[in-house]
């Protein structure tokens, strides 16, 4: 716990507060699905990185007044009723030891306006004044997200109407965006899983009537594993391939098709997300391989390419003069666009695609995808071929070469 990853980030973020201010950060509450039912639960990923607890309910404020900083947590007091039928919430010593947040500086959320307005009235003490108040406040216009910062910010203005209330959603972005050594473990492990998964279901392809089949077999290896998806997984043969984000993952397969499997998974949240293309019979056709081996070129060169200090537009225009040249020499008529209809890639980290601040570009410590893709609708192929691509201060590491996209490979594990 001395040690902890949520603890050094709440430290980074205390750093770029301004001073004489207090930063609120809510980890989100459930959303109803119908009747008495709820959606699984996903945590704000901001708090979460301030926190490391993934339950709802949880509010983290911070202080920096006069210079002098302070934290504390809000937690909900386990209902013995609700233990019986939904299980316990982390308790104090629990959310202690995932957030690093001293026990004593943990409260019940009873004590958090009291906590709240002290802070405010600090002035009393002649510790100083606060002047300004953080919220975790998206741009998205969805109610749902960030309900509590909209609301605590009506309720802070009505209340405090001299209170400055600032945004701390691009603060806590421009720290996401920099991948920590422990955070790339995370990654790392994901992929390692995505790798065995993807492995698992391409050895079923062969005798897979369904896609069904072959997603299946993914999630069967997820779930041996104790793990969930990333997103909802993309295997999409034939036709399926070219839909970008087919997530039926229910037709029947072709023999002589192509499949295209767009997945991933988490480990403490941090995503993997691989593509991976292959022959249903486990061998290409010719035409097949001309298109992958196409896709593979780029991908290949994009690897070369990618580096700090890059932006991201740079980065998408060599990734579309590739892809337009080798749609001409595919013989293929239209505008190269009319095959290949997304951008090159994305940051990745506690989302799939991770939220960065795009204009600052490609930085050493930022983990992106490279997926190039060409998808020829008429002849029922969709090429996909996506690593994730750790930035370096000197170049990068592509850290899931491991999973094999030679032709040769894919034809070789296939018939294992
Ligand atoms: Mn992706």
Known sequence: MRNNLHKRNRNKLLELIEDNSIAIIHS??????????????????????????????????????????????????????????????ATVEEASELSGVNKEDISYHKDFENYVFSLLQSNRRSLGQVEKIYLDLDQKPNPLFNSFGLEYARHMQHRFPALIIKNIYNLVLSLRMIKEEEEINYIKESIETTKEAIYHA?????????????????KFILNCHGKKESFDG????????????????????????LILMDVGTATNLYASD????????????????????????VNKKCIE???????????????????KA???????????????????????????????????????????????????????????????????????????????????????????
């Open 28 to 89: 989100g509450y459930h959303v109803s699905r119908s009747a008495d039912a709820d959606f699984p639960f996903e945590c704000n990923r901001n708090s979460f990185y301030l926190t490391g607890i993934k339950e709802d309910n949880v509010i983290l404020v911070l202080s920096k007044i006069n210079n002098k900083t302070s934290e504390r947590l809000f937690i909900d007091e386990n209902d013995p009723v609700m233990v019986k039928w939904v299980g316990a919430k």
């Open 305 to 323: 390419f990618l580096r700090a200090g890059l932006t991201w537009a740079e980065y998408n225009e060599y990734a579309n003069g590739l892809i």
């Open 202 to 218: 391409m050895r079923s392809a062969k005798t897979a009537q369904n896609e069904a089949v072959v997603d299946a077999n993914f």
């Open 234 to 257: 993309i295997v999409g043969s034939g036709k399926n391939a070219t839909i970008l984000h087919y997530t039926d993952n229910n037709s029947p397969i072709e023999k002589d098709s």
């Open 326 to 416: 080798a749609c001409e020499k595919l013989g293929l008529a239209k505008d190269f666009r009319n095959y290949y209809y997304h951008s090159i890639g994305h940051s990745l980290g506690l989302d799939v695609h991770d939220p960065d601040l795009a204009n600052l570009g490609i930085k050493a410590g930022m983990v992106v995808t490279v997926e190039p893709g060409i998808y020829i609708e008429d002849e029922h192929i969709g090429v996909r071929i996506e690593d994730d691509i750790l930035i370096t201060n000197d170049g990068c590491i592509n850290l899931s070469q491991e999973i094999i996209k030679e032709v040769e490979d894919i034809e070789k594990l296939m018939s294992e």
């Open 274 to 297: 691989i593509t991976r293309t292959f022959p249903a019979n486990g061998k290409f056709t010719k035409r097949q391989r001309e298109v992958y081996e196409a896709v593979l070129e």
